[in-house]
């Protein structure tokens, strides 16, 4: 089995899908054009295609094994979902659970899901169509959401989200595990156990948040959406276009980047493709990759 040990904890990379997502200036605007030409050994090919300057990027999961329950950090896309905005999304069909499967669990074995916040590409499969209904993917599970994402993502709150990436998503899936009664609402931080904690980590989205993992020698921080590209190590500044407060954004992403080239930390962000995993050292008011972690993918 594919798979790294980090204290007690076991972790496998789940892959939905990877590729091009979006042309580099629609992605990351502020971001000068000169930046990424001087930063191609870094990005291509896993992060910027090598002649169509399109940001490369995975949908994921990181399925963790500790104290003995099976812990699902963000779900992807999912599939059959409408998704008008996203054409490759729309009506997806890709075969995540047997993904799921090769890695040793099927659904109703899966404990925890950890939704780091509620945007559309980490909610998808918290539900799957069963005879025209939107269920609960994971019967046994309960499903952490952030509080302030949970309201803010609600459509009775939110008049900017029809006709937006993430419209129907609240509907199909998060609203039905809520009425199911798996999901559990939380603020600030959270203990998850003894190897794992929640904390908030706003900017990306209201209630955007972070895991960090400290067992035995070993720390880690699954970063969520603080990163969407290497050259944010480089550029910590710049946030990307589906940044809800960009400027808050960079606050966070500076905090955490600095506890992780402090504590030596395995970073391990929602959507890098390639390895997947890195330990970063500050290099003056940036960051540099120390190393790649040699992260197989399911």
Same mark, same amino acid.
């Given at each position: 089995?594919?798979?790294?040990?980090?204290?007690?904890?076991?972790?496998?990379?789940? $892959?939905? @899908?990877?590729?091009?997502?979006?042309?580099?200036?629609?992605?990351?605007?502020?971001?000068?054009?000169?930046?990424?030409?001087?930063?191609? =050994?870094?990005? !291509?090919?896993?992060?910027?295609?090598?002649?169509?300057?399109?940001?490369?990027?995975?949908? +994921?999961?990181? /399925?963790?094994? &500790?104290?003995?329950?099976?812990?699902?950090?963000?779900?992807?896309?999912?599939?059959?979902?409408?998704?008008?905005?996203?054409?490759? %999304?729309?009506?997806?069909?890709?075969?995540?659970?047997?993904?799921?499967?090769?890695?040793? !669990?099927?659904? $109703?074995?899966?404990?925890?899901?950890?939704? @780091?916040?509620?945007?559309?590409?980490?909610?998808?499969?918290?539900? #799957?169509?069963?005879?025209?209904? %939107?269920?609960?993917?994971?019967?046994?599970?309960?499903?952490?959401?952030?509080?302030?994402?949970?309201?803010?993502?609600?459509?009775?709150?939110?008049?900017?989200?029809?006709?937006?990436?993430?419209?129907?998503?609240?509907?199909?899936?998060?609203?039905?595990?809520?009425? *199911?009664?798996?999901?559990?609402?939380?603020? =600030?931080?959270?203990?998850?156990?003894?190897?794992?904690?929640?904390?908030? *980590?706003?900017?990306?989205?209201?209630?955007?948040?972070?895991?960090?993992?400290?067992?035995?020698?070993?720390?880690?921080?699954?970063?969520?959406?603080?990163?969407?590209?290497?050259? +944010?190590?480089?550029?910590?500044?710049?946030?990307?276009?589906?940044?809800?407060?960009?400027? +808050?954004?960079? !606050?966070? #992403?500076?905090?955490? /980047? =600095? %506890?992780?080239?402090?504590? #030596? &930390?395995?970073?391990?962000?929602?959507?890098?493709?390639?390895?997947?995993?890195? $330990?970063?050292?500050?290099?003056?008011? &940036?960051?540099?990759?120390?190393? %790649?972690?040699?992260?197989?993918?399911?």
């Amino acid at each position: 089995m594919q798979e790294i040990k980090l204290g007690d904890v076991t972790v496998i990379r789940v $892959e939905e @899908t990877h590729g091009p997502i979006m042309p580099t200036g629609a992605f990351f605007p502020a971001m000068p054009d000169e930046a990424w030409r001087a930063h191609r =050994d870094l990005l !291509v090919p896993d992060h910027l295609g090598a002649d169509d300057g399109m940001v490369h990027v995975a949908m +994921q999961s990181w /399925l963790l094994r &500790s104290e003995g329950r099976n812990i699902l950090i963000d779900t992807g896309i999912g599939n059959d979902k409408n998704r008008p905005a996203v054409p490759p %999304w729309h009506q997806q069909q890709v075969a995540y659970l047997g993904r799921l499967a090769a890695a040793g !669990v099927k659904p $109703e074995d899966i404990d925890l899901v950890v939704n @780091t916040h509620l945007h559309v590409d980490h909610v998808g499969w918290n539900t #799957r169509l069963v005879d025209g209904q %939107w269920l609960p993917t994971f019967p046994n599970a309960t499903y952490l959401m952030p509080a302030a994402d949970f309201h803010h993502w609600n459509p009775a709150n939110n008049p900017g989200i029809p006709g937006s990436v993430n419209e129907n998503a609240y509907d199909d899936s998060i609203a039905p595990v809520h009425a *199911a009664g798996q999901v559990r609402l939380w603020e =600030d931080s959270y203990p998850i156990d003894g190897n794992l904690r929640l904390e908030a *980590a706003p900017g990306h989205t209201p209630g955007h948040a972070v895991i960090k993992l400290r067992s035995g020698g070993d720390r880690a921080l699954f970063a969520g959406d603080i990163v969407h590209t290497p050259l +944010q190590l480089h550029h910590h500044a710049h946030s990307s276009c589906f940044c809800e407060d960009p400027a +808050q954004a960079a !606050v966070t #992403r500076r905090r955490l /980047l =600095d %506890w992780a080239a402090e504590t #030596r &930390s395995l970073v391990l962000p929602a959507h890098f493709s390639g390895h997947s995993a890195l $330990e970063i050292n500050r290099h003056g008011e &940036s960051y540099a990759v120390k190393r %790649w972690g040699a992260f197989p993918r399911y």
